[in-house]
């Protein structure tokens, strides 16, 4: 197909063979390029944060919260298993420029003698171009944080406690533990974590999808992802062939990331 000339409207079988014509138009092509950079932007500015949070939370639920281990997981996993179309609903009302939360608590923090120096005068509107990545990325951290808290904290169960009783015993901290002890042992889940993160960053699009209105909202070249790219030049604009070359660019280009992120953490974790 990506090597085709194809629209629904010609009829199944009318395919008129192109080479490389759909390949070169893609990436020659600002639009797309722009939803690449969205993309990886959201990828880093979304993906990182999860992981920072994730894992010294899941070792501090599993040292010191043990004992409401399975209320505070159920709690952290909510959001992963809520519909992404409600959570979509909930952060348009808490970015909501007049009313919204997030306005109001940074129009509070403002009073804050030094805090109040670093934040906007003004109310912020989110549902812009050059903002609209921004609340898209918070809500894909505060969705999968939790997915990735228990996936670590899965992980942290399977280290044998005699590591840290023996630890505690010389006399380590808990900081030190996690440090020499905790990270270590991690690296395997690190591994599939953050290929699971990469692999959803770059299909990422119900998300935006819903923020962006569809692709019909103002924002939309800010936030628009290659996936919600991808769709509106299969099924909007109906360039089957250009839509096919596009996936095919995404495919290769997660493959290079989890060959890089096999390299970061895979040999590592496998003593390499």
């Known amino acids: 197909m990506s090597f085709q000339a194809w629209t629904p409207s010609d009829g199944w079988g009318r395919w ?4 490389l014509e759909n390949y070169t138009f893609t990436l ?10 969205n993309t990886i932007w959201l990828g880093v500015f979304s993906g990182v944060p999860q992981h920072l949070i994730a894992i010294p ?3 501090v639920i599993h040292m010191v919260l043990s004992r409401f281990k399975t209320f505070v997981t159920a709690v952290y996993f909510l959001p992963y298993i809520t519909s992404t179309v409600a959570v979509a609903l909930i952060f348009n009302t808490l970015f909501a420029t007049q009313n919204g939360i997030i306005n109001l608590v940074i129009a509070h923090l403002n009073n804050w003698p030094l805090l109040g120096a670093l934040l906007p005068d003004e109310k912020i509107n989110w549902f812009t171009s ?9 809500m894909v951290v505060w ?11 899965s992980a942290i169960q399977a280290i044998p406690k005699d590591l840290y009783e023996a630890a505690s015993v010389d006399g380590a901290s808990r900081i030190q533990q996690f440090r020499y002890i905790t990270l270590p042992l991690l690296r395997p889940m690190m591994f599939f974590a953050v290929s699971l993160t990469i692999i959803g960053n770059m299909q990422l699009f119900e998300q935006p999808f819903i923020l962006l209105n569809g692709g019909a909202s103002g ?10 790219y991808m769709y509106r030049t299969a099924f909007e604009w109906l360039e089957m062939g250009t839509a096919a070359s596009i996936a095919w660019i995404l495919f290769i280009f997660i493959g290079i990331l989890t060959y890089l992120n096999n390299l970061i953490f895979g040999r590592s974790a496998r003593g390499e």
Do not use: C, E, H
């Not at 969705?143 to 904290?153: A, C, K, R």
């Open 16 to 19: 008129k063979y192109v080479g």
């Open 28 to 37: 020659t092509d600002p639009m797309f390029l722009r939803s690449m950079w």
């Open 57 to 59: 939370l899941a070792f």
């Open 130 to 138: 050059a903002n609209i990545k921004y609340a898209i990325a918070l």
């Open 143 to 153: 969705q999968f944080t939790g997915w990735n808290t228990l996936l670590y904290l």
């Open 219 to 228: 924002a939309t070249p800010g936030g628009q992802t290659a996936t919600m």
